[in-house]
């Protein structure tokens, strides 16, 4: 049985997680972002840690109330694109589709933070069928992305509902679900969740996981639940101040990942929403840090590196590069993982 999710101050110092002196803080926090705690991510919290990683994500901070000028409410522009309610269509092939605004955590650093949470607008039927048709009336699109919010918070009879009315679309070839629930709240992931997610088109699960702490054995339990069911499993983290920004947790996370059979997908460079600017690292440590990562890991253990382009100007990868024009149009100069450079093609014989 799932226990009680912390969301009231008291709860917060009833656990521990923070002192008593501090609930005012985080009392004035909640009135402006939402806040949930799952008893699974409550438990991995080392209260005697002022820089503990798992709290850093979860447990508000009065910094949240502090927007830097370069911040925005909607840092991609979701409203702009968004066509009708719980529809934003950025790409041309592929939509987002937002059924609900719930999560079962609420991460301090999240880019839909003034849109998610209890308040947040659900999907009712005529709005689902609505958003259900735009995807039908065009045959441009090639892939749904289901977020919110997290989807997996849905029961498993909706969840599979709405599998079924996308896998009935003929047009489409992918069905992604975004979630963080195997991570927080792996219980959620039943047999039955797992049989909703059956379908005719190819179904993936991109995991939402940014420390290799939050990989434990329930987790990993969850992941071979949904591997077995065959759904392919792709990562998402996000590149977080005081939680992942060296390159010996990065690789610790990026191999708890593979070995839970997810494959690291995306790393996310934080988005500009307001408060969080004490998560975001600089964009030039981002590339050294997946540059040291190119030299250490499997290539099964390297995400692209990406921003999401203030305004919804869309996703590019910012990461280094290892190759730049050499004298002519055919000479290039090439780095190795380990800052060696060569010329390629190479002239005479290397050996």
């Known amino acids: ?14 656990a521990g997680l923070v002192p008593a002196e501090r609930a005012a803080e985080i009392a004035a ?4 972002f939402a ?19 798992i709290a850093r994500q979860f447990v508000p901070s009065a910094a949240e109330l502090e927007a830097a000028p370069e911040e925005l409410a909607d840092p991609i522009a979701d409203r702009r694109l968004s066509p009708v309610k719980g529809i934003v269509h950025r790409y041309p092939d592929r ?26 607008e659900a999907l009712d039927a005529a709005e689902l069928e609505t958003a259900l048709d735009y995807i039908r009336a065009r045959p441009e699109l090639w892939e749904v992305i289901v977020t919110g919010g997290d989807p997996f918070v849905l029961s498993p009879r909706r969840i ?28 959620r992931v039943t047999a039955a969740l797992t049989r909703a997610l059956a379908a005719e088109k190819a179904v993936y699960v991109a995991i939402h996981a940014n420390h290799p702490r939050e990989l434990g054995e329930a987790t990993r339990a969850a992941c071979r639940r949904l591997a077995r069911a065959g759904v392919p499993l792709l990562g998402q983290s996000v590149l977080l101040k005081g939680v992942n920004d060296d390159a010996e947790t ?86 190795d993982p380990w800052g060696g450079r060569h010329r390629y093609p190479p002239r005479g014989r290397t050996g």
Do not use: N
């Open 1 to 14: 049985m799932r226990g009680k999710r912390l969301r009231r101050p008291a709860e917060l110092v009833a």
């Open 160 to 187: 599979g509902e709405l599998v079924r009315a996308l896998d009935a679309i003929p047009h489409l070839g992918v069905i992604r679900f975004h979630t963080r629930v195997p991570v927080v709240e792996p219980g």
């Open 250 to 335: 990065l690789t610790a996370l990026f191999r708890a990942m593979v070995t839970a059979r997810i494959k690291p997908y995306y790393l996310h460079h934080p988005d500009l929403a307001r408060g969080t600017a004490g998560f975001r690292p600089g964009l030039a440590k981002g590339r050294a840090l997946m540059a040291a990562l190119r030299g250490r890991v499997s290539g099964l253990c390297q995400p692209s590196y990406v921003l999401d382009l203030p305004g919804g100007h869309g996703k590019v990868p910012v990461g280094p590069c290892y190759a730049e024009p050499g004298e002519s149009a055919e000479d290039w100069l090439v780095s």
């Open 95 to 120: 939509v987002l589709l937002k059924p609900g605004h719930a999560c079962p955590v609420y991460c301090r650093f999240c880019f839909r933070r003034e849109q998610v949470g209890p308040g947040g």
């Open 29 to 32: 926090v909640a009135e402006r």
């Open 35 to 53: 806040v949930a705690i799952t008893p699974e991510m409550a438990a991995l919290i080392e209260p005697d840690d002022p820089a503990d990683p």
